[in-house]
Nanobody
Framework: QVQLVESGGGLAQSGGSLRLSCAAS????????MNWFRQAPGKEREFVAA????????WYTDSVKGRFTISRDNAKNTAFLQMNSLKPEDTAVYYC???????????WGQGTQVTVSS
């Protein structure tokens, strides 16, 4: 059974940091690119960041470049999203997702709430 379990969300102040984790099981983790998406209230889900299966290539949406860093540990079947210099507009439910390439998704996690106060 495929599972993607996010953790690390919560409340942060503007300018603060949070680190999200995504623990994967039930599939061959190092065969898949890992993505992070987010969905703010009343908005569509949007792509945030992705990392190739090897970790050698990363992609970011423009609004998080220079502030967020995606990484992965294939030995631990876990992906991460380090979020620095958080802004209120980063408030959303964050989802990790696995797929054959960036923005292409086979599996979704259940999401974790990130709230940034001004």
């Amino acid at each position: 059974q495929v599972q993607l379990v996010e953790s690390g969300g919560g409340l942060a102040q503007s300018g603060g940091s949070l680190r999200l984790s995504c623990a994967a099981s039930g599939f061959t983790f190092n065969n898949y690119a890992m993505n992070w998406f987010r969905q703010a209230p009343g908005k569509e889900r949007e792509f945030v960041a992705a990392i190739s299966w090897s970790g050698g290539t990363t992609w970011y949406t423009d609004s998080v470049k220079g502030r967020f860093t995606i990484s992965r540990d294939n030995a631990k079947n876990t992906a991460f999203l380090q979020m620095n210099s958080l802004k209120p507009e980063d408030t959303a439910v964050y989802y990790c997702a696995a797929g054959p390439s960036y923005t292409i998704v086979d599996y979704w996690g259940q999401g974790t709430q990130v709230t940034v106060s001004s």
